[in-house]
């Protein structure tokens, strides 16, 4: 039997001891933090579940502030690495760290780049709306100078006619119709038409002292007799058509045979003058002065 020396065992009880006393002083101490009830529970004593749920929403709180706390540590952390703290850390972590680093900076360059292009379109969607603009004033502007040029030429042509009218009225006093008996009066209400190409019948009648219904009737007579051709629109304006346009018109049909009425209109149009030539604008001239002469001398005969 081995002798064991009686130091020895003394030494090993007393370990034995000191560790059996520091362990209920520890495990009073974790009892004593577990049961402590803070003032406001201590004031307004609760039943066993309120502490409970009570306790369970401080640990919640609690921690969610670390969690907070963590990730708060974890972003400056990748915002700010210290080059000194960056040498202490192993191949392993730093090869972790340079990864997180460089995924934060490809996330900010997406997010930059999606900055840029949704500035851009707006830009983009700026400038269209400003060119939208700009062509409907533009329009709105055209649209404003051609109403106004067109009542400034309504607006002359109402003065011209008034002051012919006031004239033939003044000639007609004490005048007898005209005789279209005469063959120079027949020339002379053809020509009348022939050199304007386009005149109302408003025109012709005053001029000639005839009444709408007795100028389409010698109209449809010299029609017959072929010694005019024309046409009498919807604004009561008798178009002359020459003999050289009728021929055009003729040609174009028998080529392209079939063709619709809008069709027609198109090819008419380009095909028939609707002015006077340069000529006979001087004819026109001559003639208007003439007569303006011929009712300023009655005038002062009268007087």
Request: proline share 3%; with cysteine.
């Amino acid at each position: 039997m081995i002798a064991i020396p009686i130091n020895l065992i003394i030494t090993t009880l007393l370990l034995g001891l000191i560790i059996f006393l520091a362990y209920i002083f520890l495990n009073k101490l974790t009892k004593g933090s577990s049961n402590y009830i803070p003032p406001e529970d201590i004031d307004n004593p609760q039943n066993p579940e309120e502490n409970d749920h009570s306790n369970n929403n401080r640990n919640h709180n609690h921690n969610q502030r670390r969690n907070n706390n963590n990730i708060n540590d974890f972003q400056n952390q990748e915002q700010n690495i210290n080059p000194d703290s960056f040498k202490k850390l192993t191949k392993k972590e730093q090869i972790k760290m340079q990864k997180k680093q460089e995924r934060k900076e490809q996330r900010d360059a997406m997010l930059l780049a999606m900055e840029e292009k949704k500035r851009r379109e707006q830009e983009k969607q700026i400038q269209l709306l400003l060119k939208e603009k700009e062509k409907e004033e533009e329009a709105k502007r055209i649209e404003e100078e051609a109403k106004r040029i067109a009542e400034e030429k309504k607006k002359k042509e109402d003065e011209e006619y008034d002051k012919w009218r006031d004239l033939i009225k003044v000639g007609e006093e004490g005048e007898d119709r005209m005789d279209f008996e005469k063959e120079e009066t027949i020339n002379k209400f053809l020509d009348y038409i022939k050199i304007r190409k386009v005149v109302s019948l408003e025109d012709i009648s005053g001029t000639f002292k005839l009444n709408p219904n007795e100028i389409v009737e010698k109209l449809n007579k010299y029609e017959n007799e072929g010694r005019i051709m024309g046409i009498i629109d919807d604004r009561g304006k008798y178009i002359y058509i020459t003999e050289k346009e009728m021929g055009l018109i003729e040609k174009m049909l028998t080529n392209r045979g079939r063709i619709s009425k809008t069709d027609l209109i198109k090819e008419c149009n380009r095909l028939i003058r609707f002015e006077p030539t340069e000529q006979d604008k001087i004819k026109i001239a001559e003639e208007q002065e003439k007569t303006l002469k011929e009712l300023e001398e009655e005038l002062k005969v009268k007087k």
